[in-house]
Nanobody, 120 residues
Framework: QVQLVESGGGLVQPGGSLRLSCAASGSIFSINTMGWYRQAPGKERELVATITTGGSTNYADSVKGRFTISRDNAKNTVYLQMNSLKPEDTAVYLC??????????????WGQGTQVTVSS
């Protein structure tokens, strides 16, 4: 019913920047919260950043001051601007969206993931 498509991942040198995008489509009535999570090899999936419809944001301590999450409600799209990237940021980044469908049912969906590799 609701699908997420991610883009923007790739290979970047330490200190560089990337911008991830995630577009939601389908039977959407509203998107209450969108966010980014990441999973590195051998580690559990962790929250990176979330943003609500009202613009309230939440960041993991490890990315505060370096990453910025934003959303374009008209396009049902969330972005993650990543600056001052470090090798430890290397992971598969997954988009998440939660809200209400056109059938007025709660949904919580995930994108397919996009690889971010920070290496010299």
């Amino acid at each position: 019913q609701v699908q997420l498509v991610e883009s923007g991942g790739g290979l970047v040198q330490p200190g560089g920047s990337l911008r991830l995008s995630c577009a939601a489509s389908g039977s959407i009535f509203s998107i209450n919260t969108m966010g980014w999570y990441r999973q590195a090899p051998g580690k559990e999936r962790e929250l990176v950043a979330t943003i609500t419809t009202g613009g309230s944001t939440n960041y993991a301590d490890s990315v505060k001051g370096r990453f910025t999450i934003s959303r374009d409600n008209a396009k049902n799209t969330v972005y993650l601007q990543m600056n001052s990237l470090k090798p430890e940021d290397t992971a598969v980044y997954l988009c998440n969206a939660a809200g209400t469908s056109r059938a007025f049912k709660y949904y919580n969906v995930w994108g397919q993931g996009t690889q971010v590799t920070v290496s010299s």
